[in-house]
């Protein structure tokens, strides 16, 4: 069976970090797409960021670039999104999915819709 299982989330002050991982198993790493996904009360689901494993090709939302950097380990099958420069408006919770088919554009990449299989969420509070 697929499994992603997200770890990381917790409370942290504007301007702070965190890094969230996303754990894989039951697939072939290397055939698919994972991507890191938010939802915050009362919104919609949005995508944050992805990476594709076969070439490394990586996709991040206008709001994240710059602040988050999402990175893989083979070995470990483990898919991390390093989070920093925190604002308030990042609280939400996290989620990583992946696509098992190749995502060509950014819009693919962001959209819930191109995944197959969900982990769990984490929850990240960004507050002081």
């Known amino acids: 069976d697929v499994q992603l299982q997200a770890s990381g989330g917790g409370l942290v002050q504007p301007g702070g970090s965190l890094r969230l991982s996303c754990a894989a198993s039951g697939f072939t790493f290397d055939d698919y797409a994972i991507g890191w996904f938010r939802q915050a009360p009362g919104k919609e689901r949005e995508g944050v960021s992805c990476i594709s494993e076969s070439d490394g090709t990586t996709y991040y939302a206008d709001s994240v670039k710059g602040r988050f950097t999402i990175s893989s380990d083979y070995a470990k099958r483990t898919v991390y999104l390093q989070m920093n420069s925190l604002k308030p408006e990042d609280t939400a919770v996290y989620y990583c999915?992946?696509?098992?088919?190749?995502?060509?554009?950014?819009?693919?990449?962001?959209?819930?819709?191109?995944?197959?299989?969900w982990g769990q969420g984490t929850l990240v509070t960004v507050s002081s």
């Open positions: 999915a992946a696509s098992v088919s190749p995502l060509f554009t950014t819009a693919q990449a962001m959209a819930v819709n191109s995944y197959d299989y």
